[in-house]
């Protein structure tokens, strides 16, 4: 019985520790996870020696949705664009909600060329079609910032989204629904 209890205490805890990691309202990893996983994205590309590409993203004007409509309406937006999202990377790549519209993805072993086209199927899966809310369909755009830690670099988890956030600011500065690259 004891060992029973045991093994229910340890499944509960490990729920528990996966939902302190989780988005509540978009079901994305959270900040606290990105946290995590780029730490062990980092240890694994040290590792094998492979690169590590990091995006994030912000939904251009999303302010004005929560003002028009309301934040009901504002987080049925974001469970949508949470979906597209997930829809629009690779199956090993990780998708975060790191603040209120912003979002990360992380892609590992993956370099230029590749995470340019992954930034821009992520952009075209929001900007294409309006986000369907009880309101209407509302039209969207993202913008989309993307830098790559080649296996050469010893960069910081820090450092990396620097240059990740030095790129979002570069494609929003360029008029938004954009992806822009840094290095």
Sequence with gaps: QLSDAHKALISKLSVARREAMMDPLTRLWNRR??????????????????????????????????????????????????ARLVSAVRGDDAVCRIGGDEFMILMR????????????????????????????????SVSVGFTIRSPDEHLSVDELLG??????LESKAAGRNRVRMTR
Excluded: C, W
């Design 163 to 168: 240059r990740a956030d030095q790129a979002l």
């Design 33 to 82: 996870g990105a946290s995590v996983l780029l730490k062990a994205a980092f240890d694994t590309a040290d590792r094998r020696r492979t690169p590590v590409t990091l995006a994030l993203l912000d939904l251009d004007n999303f302010k004005r949705i929560n003002d028009t409509y309301g934040h009901q309406i504002g987080d049925e937006v974001l469970r949508k664009v949470s």
């Design 109 to 140: 072993e993956t370099d230029a060329k590749p995470a340019s086209q992954i930034a821009e199927r992520v952009r075209r899966v929001i900007t294409d079609a309006p986000i369907p809310t009880r309101d209407g369909a509302l039209p969207m």
